[in-house]
Protein backbone atom coordinates (compact mmCIF):
# COMPACT_ATOMS: atom_id res chain seq x y z
CA UNK A 1 0.00 0.00 0.00
CA UNK A 2 1.48 3.06 -1.09
CA UNK A 3 0.72 5.98 1.26
CA UNK A 4 1.66 8.70 -1.22
CA UNK A 5 -0.94 8.03 -3.25
CA UNK A 6 -3.63 7.11 -0.21
CA UNK A 7 -2.83 10.69 0.66
CA UNK A 8 -2.92 12.01 -2.92
CA UNK A 9 -6.06 10.80 -3.03
CA UNK A 10 -7.46 11.87 -0.40
CA UNK A 11 -6.35 15.31 -1.12
CA UNK A 12 -7.56 15.21 -4.28
CA UNK A 13 -11.40 14.06 -3.01
CA UNK A 14 -10.44 16.75 -0.41
CA UNK A 15 -9.98 19.64 -2.76
CA UNK A 16 -12.80 18.53 -5.35
CA UNK A 17 -15.44 19.29 -2.58
CA UNK A 18 -14.45 22.36 -1.74
CA UNK A 19 -13.76 23.34 -5.21
CA UNK A 20 -17.43 22.68 -5.84
CA UNK A 21 -18.23 24.36 -2.53
CA UNK A 22 -15.98 27.29 -3.04
CA UNK A 23 -17.42 27.97 -6.77
CA UNK A 24 -21.06 27.07 -5.57
CA UNK A 25 -20.73 30.26 -2.72
CA UNK A 26 -18.60 32.52 -4.97
CA UNK A 27 -21.54 32.32 -7.84
CA UNK A 28 -24.09 32.93 -5.38
CA UNK A 29 -22.15 35.81 -3.98
CA UNK A 30 -21.80 36.79 -7.81
CA UNK A 31 -26.00 36.60 -8.00
CA UNK A 32 -26.71 38.43 -4.97
CA UNK A 33 -24.14 41.25 -6.42
CA UNK A 34 -25.70 41.45 -9.92
CA UNK A 35 -29.49 41.27 -8.24
CA UNK A 36 -28.71 44.75 -6.41
CA UNK A 37 -26.87 46.17 -9.39
CA UNK A 38 -29.86 45.35 -10.90
CA UNK A 39 -32.27 46.34 -8.85
CA UNK A 40 -30.54 50.10 -7.97
CA UNK A 41 -30.80 50.93 -11.33
CA UNK A 42 -34.06 49.66 -12.36
CA UNK A 43 -35.52 50.80 -9.04
CA UNK A 44 -34.72 54.16 -7.76
CA UNK A 45 -36.65 52.94 -4.41
CA UNK A 46 -33.91 51.34 -3.41
CA UNK A 47 -33.41 53.13 -0.17
CA UNK A 48 -29.09 53.90 0.44
CA UNK A 49 -29.46 51.96 3.84
CA UNK A 50 -30.91 49.28 2.50
CA UNK A 51 -27.89 49.10 -0.70
CA UNK A 52 -25.34 49.78 2.06
CA UNK A 53 -26.41 47.31 4.72
CA UNK A 54 -26.95 44.62 1.11
CA UNK A 55 -23.02 45.68 0.50
CA UNK A 56 -22.33 45.22 3.69
CA UNK A 57 -23.84 41.53 3.90
CA UNK A 58 -21.74 41.03 0.62
CA UNK A 59 -18.59 41.93 2.24
CA UNK A 60 -19.22 39.72 4.70
CA UNK A 61 -19.81 36.81 2.90
CA UNK A 62 -16.79 36.87 0.47
CA UNK A 63 -14.45 37.37 3.83
CA UNK A 64 -16.55 34.65 5.54
CA UNK A 65 -15.80 32.29 2.15
CA UNK A 66 -12.27 33.37 2.06
CA UNK A 67 -11.91 32.06 6.16
CA UNK A 68 -14.14 28.76 5.17
CA UNK A 69 -11.44 28.23 2.39
CA UNK A 70 -8.45 28.61 4.52
CA UNK A 71 -10.07 26.61 7.15
CA UNK A 72 -10.41 23.47 4.30
CA UNK A 73 -6.97 23.95 3.40
CA UNK A 74 -6.20 23.71 6.71
CA UNK A 75 -8.21 20.51 7.84
CA UNK A 76 -6.98 19.01 4.98
CA UNK A 77 -3.46 18.99 5.59
CA UNK A 78 -4.04 17.98 8.94
CA UNK A 79 -6.24 14.71 7.83
CA UNK A 80 -3.86 13.99 5.35
CA UNK A 81 -1.10 13.94 7.94
CA UNK A 82 -3.02 12.33 10.80
CA UNK A 83 -3.20 9.54 8.11
CA UNK A 84 -0.05 9.66 7.04
CA UNK A 85 1.16 8.93 10.47
CA UNK A 86 -1.47 6.32 10.98
CA UNK A 87 -0.35 4.75 8.04
CA UNK A 88 3.08 4.46 8.73
CA UNK A 89 2.89 3.50 12.08
CA UNK A 90 0.33 1.04 11.77
CA UNK A 91 0.65 -0.35 8.23
CA UNK A 92 -0.89 -3.75 8.77
CA UNK A 93 -3.58 -2.27 10.46
CA UNK A 94 -4.42 0.19 7.11
CA UNK A 95 -4.59 -2.77 4.78
CA UNK A 96 -6.78 -3.89 7.06
CA UNK A 97 -8.79 -1.07 7.06
CA UNK A 98 -8.87 -0.17 3.25
CA UNK A 99 -9.62 -3.80 2.15
CA UNK A 100 -12.77 -3.33 4.71
CA UNK A 101 -13.72 -0.29 3.25
CA UNK A 102 -13.29 -1.66 -0.43
CA UNK A 103 -15.01 -5.03 0.56
CA UNK A 104 -18.19 -2.10 1.59
CA UNK A 105 -18.04 -0.23 -1.43
CA UNK A 106 -17.70 -2.69 -3.58
CA UNK A 107 -21.04 -4.62 -2.14
CA UNK A 108 -22.81 -1.04 -2.18
CA UNK A 109 -22.07 -0.43 -5.91
CA UNK A 110 -22.61 -3.91 -6.91
CA UNK A 111 -26.30 -3.63 -5.63
CA UNK A 112 -27.02 -0.42 -8.19
Sequence with gaps: MDTNNTIAEAQAASATVRDRLMDDLQHTIDEAEKWLEDSASEHAGVSSETR????????????????LEDSFLAHSRDAAETVDVFVRDNPWQAVGIGAAVGVVLGMLLSRK
Design 52 to 67: ARFDDTLRTARSDLRK
